[in-house]
């Protein structure tokens, strides 16, 4: 190197103020930390809430009776006591609504986010894939006139456990082709390779050995799926409406735990109890997401 | 070489990806029965390219296009049932890849349990034992043959897809760089395991290594740029290569 340059360049670090440097660096990360723990105290503060304006209620008839009529909630409260009855119409509408909901949109998703994954280059499978983008766009109150046109209209001839099921499961389907493309992607090559090596028909290939090893991750797509729509209320009203109590015709409406919240809400008598169903619904979603993301850790191959 | 000991012909090959860009380029060569040939060259000479062509592995991507014929038995492959064609060749890749959702035992009945081949216990088991005991692995696994097959050393590894590729019996098996991804101590059971099975099957191996292919193989082709430059006794080549550029290859000039 020319000496001046070198001469040049010792001087510029002689010159340099460490001091301010390190100051800015320290002042860097502690913005940094600083945006992180309000993000992560948000969630904390979230179910803390929930926590205590809602444990008090629950107990075990709260998951064993149905929603209380508003009298009996004014009485006891004005009596002091805690609301009688439960949320039981919610939780075994929820189930069914998500649960008919998985049955439609799960072998879907599967099936077309395989599809994507095996022709990921034509022009069919970027035109899906596209539209299936759009498809996760749509507001959840669209969906839910939409399916009212189509199921409660025509079908059912009213609101129904089919009806909110069906706008569910269109809110499902992207989510699930899209998680089921990934995880595809994540199997290797040489495991395809080695079965096809092995004169494998391709059929066999998909079955026995892609969706195989990619297990957790569509398992993973699967449950998220499920905690996104568990809290949809906007489709539900539009679709099933709601029943104060228990429920298992399809053809008949139902309630859900986000449409009691809902009704709770819209009842001055019933406010304890949208503290303590949303404890509920934040439990139950928690609980999904922490076992997708055990899955994931746990049953990923290698 | 003599012909009546031939088994496999590949004749005026030519594999392109994309449109032009030729990998192999008009190969002509013919391969001896129960006998280990070498494919060797430097980086993207094509030879895996060769390789695989030998059981169709190039159909899986459609914007690879072969010229040429290969016959087995004097039979053309490409107007076999790939099916049929894959279970009388059988391959081990680069990296050991055993079915990770599957057992060890279930890893070298792999070929039966995926085309829906029915066994009868006692067949699975005598099948499992032999082709594991073919390829010195028995000792090793016995005890644990219902766990996963990942969880074996990487040369256990290699050995359990070897065994999976033999246990459906083929005629030929492909082995492509068996052996780059193991330590010493591996690779030389892998190559003492070759050298036993020549008895019996046929084998077509890549190599990178030209140590590995003066060590086990009989008959060695030389490849650079897509051209079968030799194709030779291994003994002959090695010490008197006829082609410059196999010679600038083997002395280490290139590659």
Redesign the interface.
């Known amino acids: 190197m020319d000496s001046s340059i070198l001469q040049k360049r010792k001087a510029m670090i002689a010159t340099t103020h460490f001091g301010v440097r390190s100051f800015k660096s320290r002042l860097f990360f502690s913005i940094v930390l600083l945006f992180a723990l309000i993000t992560i105290s948000i969630v904390f503060l979230i179910i803390g809430t929930l926590v205590v304006k809602g444990y008090h209620q629950i107990n075990w008839s709260f998951f064993t009776q149905v929603a209380p009529d508003t009298f009996d909630a004014m009485m006891a409260n004005a009596s002091g006591k805690i609301i009688p009855g439960g949320i039981l119409n919610g939780i075994t509408g929820t189930l069914l609504l998500v649960g008919l909901a998985s049955v439609i949109a799960i072998p879907f998703g599967i099936v077309i986010g395989i599809y994507l994954y095996e022709n990921a280059t034509k022009r069919y499978a970027g035109v899906i894939r596209d539209i299936s983008d759009v498809l996760q766009g749509v507001p959840s109150i669209v969906v839910g006139l939409i399916v009212y046109l189509w199921v409660v209209v025509d079908i059912t001839k009213g609101y129904s456990v089919l009806a909110g099921s069906v706008a569910l499961a269109i809110m499902m389907l992207p989510l699930i082709i899209r998680s089921t493309e990934e995880s595809m992607k994540m199997v290797p090559t040489t495991l395809k390779e080695a079965a096809i090596a092995l004169g494998t028909p391709y059929y066999k290939v998909i079955l026995r050995v892609l969706i195989p090893s990619s297990f957790s991750g569509l398992i993973t797509g699967v449950l998220l799926a499920v905690s996104r729509v568990l809290g949809e209320t906007a489709p539900l009203l539009l679709t099933t409406l709601g029943n104060s109590s228990v429920n298992w015709n399809l053809a008949k409406p139902v309630s859900a735990v986000p449409l009691l919240i809902w009704q709770f809400y819209n009842d001055p008598n019933m406010v304890n109890l949208i503290w303590s169903s949303s404890l509920f619904l934040m439990g139950f979603v928690l609980l999904l997401n922490i076992l997708s993301k055990w899955i994931a850790a746990k049953k990923s191959i290698q | 070489m003599a012909p009546a000991a031939s088994i496999l012909s590949i004749e005026d090959l030519s594999i392109a990806y994309d449109r032009d860009k030729y990998a192999v380029k008009n190969v002509t060569a013919t391969v001896r029965k129960n006998a280990i040939t070498a494919i060797m060259g430097p980086s993207g000479c094509g030879k895996t390219t060769l390789l695989r062509a030998i ?1 169709r ?1 190039h159909e ?1 991507y459609p914007n690879i296009s072969t010229e040429g014929k290969i016959k087995l038995y004097g039979d053309n492959i490409y107007e076999m049932p ?6 009388k060749i ?2 081990v ?1 680069q ?1 050991p ?1 055993p ?3 599957m057992s060890i035992y279930e890893n070298v009945i ?2 039966y ?4 081949i029915h066994l009868k216990r006692s067949e699975r088991d005598e099948i499992v034992e032999t082709t594991l005991r073919d390829v010195t692995l028995w000792d090793e696994v016995k005890n644990a043959l219902h766990k996963k097959g ?1 969880f074996l050393s990487g040369g256990q590894q290699q050995r359990l ?1 070897v065994a ?2 033999l246990a ?1 019996k083929p005629e030929i098996i492909l082995l492509d760089e068996p052996t780059s991804a193991l330590d010493p101590v591996s690779t030389a059971k892998i190559e003492d395991l070759l050298v036993e099975l020549k008895q019996h099957y046929t084998i077509i191996l890549v190599t990178h290594n030209m140590s590995q292919a003066a060590r086990i193989s009989d008959n060695s082709m030389f490849m650079y740029l897509g051209e079968l430059i030799e194709y030779e006794d291994t003994k002959t080549m090695f010490t008197n290569p006829k082609d410059p550029r196999t010679e600038g290859y083997l002395t280490g000039k290139f590659g």
Not at chain 2, 82 to 87: G, K, Q, Y
Not at chain 2, 113 to 116: A, C, P, R, S, V
């Open positions: 059981n592995m899986l790939t099916i049929e064609l894959r279970r059988g391959m890749f990296r890849n079915f990770p959702t792999a070929g349990k995926l085309n829906g990942t897809c999976r590729a459906f």
